[in-house]
Structures are given as structure tokens and as C-alpha cells.
């Protein structure tokens, strides 16, 4: 298959004190060209670290590897940071978590925005700011000529993160990368970002992985969706076949916390799933989810692959899918 | 970004005007200062006398507007020892200490600062080390001391510049490199430091995601936000440095202000005092004044501050 985005076995691995920390421990995924596949998982499952891997902006400690990692059909693991820093910011662009210090507080954010395009496409800086006019007002940020002149800390969090998106946005990347976009923001804004992200990739046809915590998120804007635990997808599939069908226990777990209009009755507990992330130093021993999981048994020690369960349903987990189906998470 | 200026020109004149109060009333601190003037044998009478030819007698608030004004005109009366003006003596050798001072912050800054962005870059390493050694010697190291290594290896051994006036540029080299190592052991770690925390910043990061060039990322996005308290730092140092260096100036022959300071305070030549406090004070003023504003171009959000 031609995807844009092949990823085989993933890992990244940071030497600390008391071993080896080994937050991504092998993720495998296939991305199409204007597809967005959201990764879901609660903090500390290396879902930030993987999209600093797939960026190649890991810290400096951490090691990367992989049996794949292509982009385009160019491998990213071979290349030099230097080859790696030409398709940063211009075929791969990434936006943040953390709008409030994401941007330069010395420089305008008319600066920041054009000074990556200037780089990659080595046009004249009038052209990049008519470029950055034209994203800016795509983002829904009005003024967007006298905008250029402002410094971040004169914008509002919103605002910033609109900036952000517009300087993604500037060399028309392939694939973005959003690392929690809008958990900083209020649920207003959210919202307004994330139409405004889909609709952006919808005109302008990139691809987008989007990594976040929050399933009403990805109720949202995602097409597929691969759910993160410790280091690794436990189910992946369609949108649909997350939310109308989920299989692992985890999964279904995640979404019993979640009210759904019409169906939760008013006054009832929501779920949650107890227990907490196992500590990732070493390495993990069977099924990284056993400890928490309701359908524990001895099977659940050796570590089970991720298997299908559908046409492009996965999901990692020793019980049959007749068995995870029926299976219910007794709320609280 | 004007009304920033207003405040902090304000601001620097009522401390200028708090300066020369205080140090005009230095005069009086030392006690009588026409008992002083007048020697140990004097009578009563030529106390009095020296009292009405100086001007003691008057009101002191008339003395200090008096002083004032003349000082604004560049009069600081004449000095006690030499008889001379005093303004003449000290645009005499206040040159000579500007040159020292100016030469000074250059070199610490041109080797702290470089120094300090490459430790940061590569911690714990060789580099890192040798800033590490190099600062904590300077901290270490008596000024006098090494002034008399430096003289007994360069000048006498190797002949390579003289060993004390201040007639050329390289009678400055051995003066300067030892006020300028004094001040690189702070610049250096701030710089470090600075660096240090501002590379693990989020818009660095953001940065790199752009994909710009290393160097634009260090030397754009980093160093200028790490350089806020360098800036501040150095322009107390120079303060210092201009403020004159008693013993460099001593060790190396340069007749500076720092001397003549000292010289005068030894003489009770409190006019002349009472000049360099002012004008060593009102140097201090205006670096700092000069310190912010160039922090106020370096981050704007200092400027509605």
C-alpha cells in the first residue's frame, strides 16, 4: 500500500537511573494522504513522545528505532538531523500543546510566522507575509495585516494557538501533527479550533495525525483512531468501529467514562478505570493492561499481538471478540 | 514604548538628585571640615577664617544648591592638596579609567559569553569544564595576584607588552585582560545558565519543528532571550570598572579616577571626592538606565512595564 506515512515497530527508549525507560515500545501504523488518525491514551502512555519521534525531535537522551519509519516513501530513520530539518516545517509541521509559550515572546508573530517559508522556499519576505495574511484570516483571526506587528504575550491563548496552526500552515505541509492542540483552551475555543482544523484539512487535503487524551475530541475530527496503553496501540480501527464497536477492555473502559447524550441517565456514575499506567522502566511484562483489566486471567502474562477483529480492526488482547463484546465494566 | 522612556529617565533623575545630596553631605560626615582643613596647630581664628573663605558658614541648604549649581556648570570648586580645579584633574584621568573600564567589559564579554553559550550548548563536557575552571579561578584569584603573574610572564619574561604606564594601547592589554577576567566568571555563568533554561523553552522546540537552521535557533530564538540578565549584569560591571580599579590602577601605573579616589580620600580632598562619588554615581545611573532600555528592545514585554 502507497501510504504517505508507514510506521513499523516504533520504539523509543530512554536510559534513566534506575534502568531503561521504555515509553514507546513498538507502534506500528499506516497513515493516507488527507487522512487523520487520532492517538488516544492517558498522560504517560508515550503518545507525546511519539509524535516527537515521528518529528524527529525526541530529546537528546532518547533513542530512536524502528523496522520502519517512511514518509513520502523517504525513510526518516536514515537521515541526517540536517536532511530531517529541510522536511520539518515544511513537508511535516506540528502543532503544540502549550500555545502560551510556544512562541517566541522576543519576536512579533509576524516574524515567527514567516521566517520558516523564507527558509524552506526561500521566497522574499513580502511574499511569506501574504502568505501568513492569507492563513491568518483561513484561521479566523480578523486584522490579520496588523496582527504581524503584535508580540505573543498581546494575544489571548486562542489566539495563539490559531497562530500556531497558521504557522504549520505555511509551507503546506503533508502531514501535521497535533500534540494535544486544544487541551489548553477553553471548551468554547475548542471547539471552534477543531472545525476549523477539519475544515482547513479538508480544503487543503493533508493528512493529520492528532494525539490527545480526550475521546470528545475525537468524536470530532477523527477518521481512524488507535488507542494507546503503555507504550502501545491496543486497538486500532475506524472511527466507527472504535466508538460503535470497542473491543479491548481498556477501550470500553475509556468510553464508559464518557456521558452519552440520550443514553446516560441522568444522575447515574460515570465509569472509570482504575488502577493506574504500569512504571515503563524495563519494559513491561505480558499484557501491559492485566493489572487494571476485569477479564484478567493466567493467559494475560504473555504479552498478546495485535490481532484482527474486522475488516481493519485490531485489537490487542488474549480473549476472543465474542467475549470482549459481551463483556461489561461494572461501574462503580 | 515612549512613556517607558519618561518613567525610566524620571526615575533616573531623582536618584542622580539623591546622589548629590548624599554625597555633598559626605563633607559633613568626617566632621568639621574647616577643623580638618585648617591642621592640627591652627587657632580658633584661622578656623574661623577658613570657615568665611570656604563658604562653611552659610546655611547648608544654600551651600548645596551652591555646589549644585556649580556642579551642573562642571565647577566642583578647586581641590584642597593641588590648589587646581577640580574638573581639571579629573578630566584629566577619568579618560584613562573610561579606556580601562570600556577594554575590560569587551574582553569579559567577548570570552564569557561564548564560552557560556557553548557550555550550555554541550554540558558536561570538555567545554563545559574548561568555563567551569576558568570561572572559578577568576572568582578565586586575588586581582593583585594574578596582575603580578601576568606582568612577571608577559612583560618581563617575554618582553611582549610593557609593564605599567598608559601611554600606548599595549601598555592597556595586560590592565585590561585583568579587569575583564574579573567580571567573566559571573557573565559566563549567567550566560550558561540563561542559555541553558532558555533551550529547554517551548517556542525552541517550536523552532526546531520549523526546521530552521541550528544557528538561527541558537543565536535568534535562544540568545536573546537568555541575554536579559547578562545585559544587567554586565552593566554593573561596568559600573565597577568605570568606578575605577584601585589596585589595577595601582599595579600597572595608570593614572585613573579609581587612583585619584583613593588618593584623595587620603588627603581630605573632599572636593574632589565629593566629584568622583557624583560622577562615578551618575555613570552607574545612566548604565543602568542604558541596561534597560536595551532589555526593553531585547523582550517588549519589558517595555509596558
Known amino acids: 500500500m502507497n501510504s504517505l506515512l508507514s510506521v513499523r515497530n516504533l520504539r523509543v527508549e530512554i536510559p534513566v537511573g534506575a534502568g531503561l525507560l521504555k515509553p514507546v515500545r513498538g507502534i506500528s501504523l499506516d497513515l493516507n494522504k ?3 488518525l487520532c ?12 509524535s516527537l519521534a515521528l518529528m524527529g525531535l525526541l530529546p537528546k537522551v532518547a533513542r530512536c528505532s524502528g523496522d520502519r519509519l517512511s514518509f513520502g516513501g ?12 529541510r522536511l520539518r516545517g515544511r513537508a511535516i509541521s506540528m502543532v503544540f500543546q502549550e500555545p502560551m509559550t510556544s512562541l517566541n515572546p522576543a519576536y512579533t508573530i509576524g516574524d515567527q510566522l514567516i521566517e520558516g517559508m523564507i527558509r524552506h522556499d526561500g521566497v522574499s519576505r513580502a511574499k511569506a507575509r501574504d502568505r501568513a495574511i492569507f492563513l491568518l484570516e483561513k484561521v479566523g483571526i480578523t486584522a490579520a495585516a496588523s496582527r ?12 495563539r494557538q490559531r497562530v500556531m496552526i497558521a504557522m504549520s500552515l505555511m509551507c503546506g505541509p503533508d502531514l501535521i501533527i497535533a500534540d494535544e492542540p486544544t487541551t489548553a483552551l477553553d471548551v468554547t475555543i475548542q471547539a471552534k479550533i477543531l472545525r476549523m482544523m477539519k475544515d482547513l484539512q479538508a480544503e487543503l487535503g493533508m493528512a493529520m495525525v492528532f494525539i490527545t487524551h480526550d475521546l470528545g475530541v475525537v468524536a470530532r475530527i477523527a477518521d481512524r483512531i488507535a488507542v494507546m496503553y503503555a507504550g502501545i496501540f491496543v486497538e486500532t480501527g475506524t472511527a466507527r468501529q472504535i466508538f460503535d464497536t470497542p473491543t479491548h477492555p481498556y477501550t470500553k473502559g475509556l468510553l464508559s467514562c464518557l456521558p452519552v447524550p440520550g443514553k446516560t441517565k441522568l444522575g447515574a456514575r460515570l465509569g472509570a478505570v482504575p488502577g493506574v499506567v504500569p512504571a515503563l522502566i524495563g519494559g513491561v511484562q505480558g499484557c501491559g493492561f492485566a493489572s487494571r483489566c476485569p477479564l484478567r486471567q493466567a493467559a494475560c502474562d504473555i504479552e498478546p499481538e495485535l490481532s484482527e477483529r474486522g475488516d481493519g480492526h485490531s485489537c490487542r488482547c488474549v480473549h476472543d471478540t465474542p467475549t470482549l463484546r459481551k463483556a461489561e465494566w461494572a461501574t462503580a | 514604548m515612549l512613556r517607558f522612556l519618561l518613567t525610566r529617565l524620571g526615575l533616573a533623575a531623582l536618584v542622580a538628585l539623591t546622589v548629590s545630596l548624599i554625597s555633598f553631605s559626605l563633607l559633613f560626615l568626617a566632621g568639621d571640615p574647616a577643623v580638618a582643613l585648617a591642621g592640627e596647630a591652627a587657632t580658633e581664628e584661622d578656623i574661623q577664617a577658613i ?4 563658604g562653611f558658614d552659610r546655611p547648608l541648604p544654600v551651600q548645596y544648591v551652591a555646589w549644585l549649581t556649580g556642579a551642573l556648570t562642571g565647577d566642583f570648586g578647586n581641590s584642597y592638596y593641588f ?4 574638573i581639571d584633574l579629573i578630566t584629566e584621568r577619568l579618560p584613562t579609567t573610561m579606556r580601562l573600564g570600556l577594554a575590560g567589559i569587551c574582553f569579559a564579554l567577548l570570552l564569557a559569553v561564548p564560552l557560556g553559550v557553548i557550555a550550555a550548548i554541550r554540558p558536561n563536557s570538555l567545554i563545559d569544564r574548561f568555563a567551569l575552571f576558568i570561572s572559578v579561578v577568576g572568582q578565586a584569584m586575588p586581582t593583585f595576584w594574578f596582575s603580578l603573574i601576568l606582568i612577571v610572564i608577559f612583560a618581563v619574561a617575554l618582553g611582549w607588552v ?3 604606564g598608559s601611554d600606548t594601547w599595549r601598555h592597556f592589554i595586560l590592565p585590561t585582560v585583568v579587569l575583564g577576567y574579573f567580571a567573566t566568571p559571573g557573565i559566563m555563568r549567567l550566560t550558561r545558565a540563561g542559555m541553558l533554561e532558555v533551550l529547554r523553552a517551548d517556542y525552541i522546540r517550536t523552532a526546531r519543528a520549523k526546521g530552521l537552521h541550528p544557528l538561527k535557533i541558537l543565536f535568534k530564538h535562544a540568545l536573546r532571550n537568555a541575554a536579559i540578565p547578562v545585559v544587567g549584569l554586565a552593566a554593573v560591571q561596568l559600573g565597577f570598572m568605570l568606578g575605577g580599579s584601585i589596585v589595577v590602577e595601582t599595579i600597572f601605573a595608570l593614572n585613573g579616577a579609581g587612583l585619584l579616589a583613593f588618593e584623595s580620600i587620603n588627603r581630605n580632598d573632599f572636593p574632589v571626592v565629593q566629584a568622583l562619588i557624583l560622577i562615578f554615581s551618575l555613570i552607574y545611573v545612566m548604565l ?16 509596558v512595564a
Open chain 1, 34 to 36: 488527507g487522512e487523520t
Open chain 1, 39 to 50: 492517538i488516544v491514551g492517558e498522560s504517560g502512555c508515550g503518545k507525546s513522545l511519539t
Open chain 1, 74 to 85: 523517504q525513510d526518516l530513520l536514515g537521515l541526517t538531523e540536517r536532511q530531517m530539518a
Open chain 1, 148 to 159: 504581524l506587528s503584535q508580540f505573543p504575550h498581546q494575544l489571548s491563548g486562542g489566539l
Open chain 2, 51 to 54: 570657615r568665611a573663605q570656604y
Open chain 2, 83 to 86: 590648589n587646581t580645579p577640580v
Open chain 2, 162 to 164: 610593557p609593564v605599567s
Open chain 2, 288 to 303: 543602568t538606565l542604558l541596561a534597560d532600555l536595551l532589555n526593553a528592545w531585547l523582550d517588549p514585554r519589558i517595555r
